[in-house]
């Protein structure tokens, strides 16, 4: 029994980067909530102006927006250990169509044994994810699938990977330290 959570949006912004980022996974497993407002600039009658500027600025934080397009092809999420850096199993990743795609493989929103969106939502986001990357699909089992395609593409982005930029004021300093503001405990 797998477990996932599988969100897909219309992108309407424009994109300014075809660039792979590596994002904490405490803020990848937050940016869910934030979708709708990452995907459009225009701001929906749903939330208060307040609150769409508010999330504006936290995906700027997280420097997943720049200026007001975003800044990025694909995230995957990483937790830092006492042994490094350990890639999660989980994507956000922009499709030439314009599709925002979400997938997060230890949420447990969804179960592939009873799962509602397996057929029209999760195998062709994952054929279309694999397509485009040129990644080949080995499982016809979603779940297996799903973390053979991220395991995949981990391999690829490291085995491309020539440098890893961090800012040398940045070292020793704990994340919320870094992430200057009121909602860095937060991002």
């Not at 497993?29 to 009658?45: A, E, F, I, N, T």
């Not at 949420?107 to 009873?114: E, G, K, L, S």
């Not at 690829?156 to 919320?176: H, Q």
């Amino acid at each position: 029994m797998y477990m996932c959570l599988l969100i897909i949006n219309n992108v309407t912004r424009p994109i300014i980067s075809n660039d792979i980022v590596l994002l904490r996974d405490n803020s990848f497993s937050k940016v869910k909530d934030y979708l709708r407002v990452l995907s459009s600039d225009k701001r929906d009658g749903e939330i208060s102006k307040s609150y769409f500027y508010f999330i504006v600025d936290r995906l700027r934080r997280m420097e997943l927006l720049i200026d007001n397009a975003i800044g990025f092809k694909a995230i995957l999420p990483f937790t830092v250990n006492n042994k490094g850096i350990s890639l999660k199993e989980g994507i956000m990743y922009i499709t030439n169509d314009k599709q925002l795609i979400y997938f997060n493989y230890y949420d447990a929103t969804y179960q592939c044994d009873r799962c509602s969106i397996t057929t029209f939502s999760c195998v062709p986001s994952l054929k279309k994810i694999a397509r485009e990357l040129d990644v080949k699909i080995r499982s016809d089992i979603p779940g297996i699938a799903w973390y053979e395609l991220l395991e995949d593409i981990q391999h690829y982005l490291l085995e491309a990977s020539i440098s890893l930029r961090v800012k040398i004021s940045e070292i020793g300093k704990s994340f919320e330290a870094i992430k200057v503001g009121e909602y860095a405990r937060d991002l």
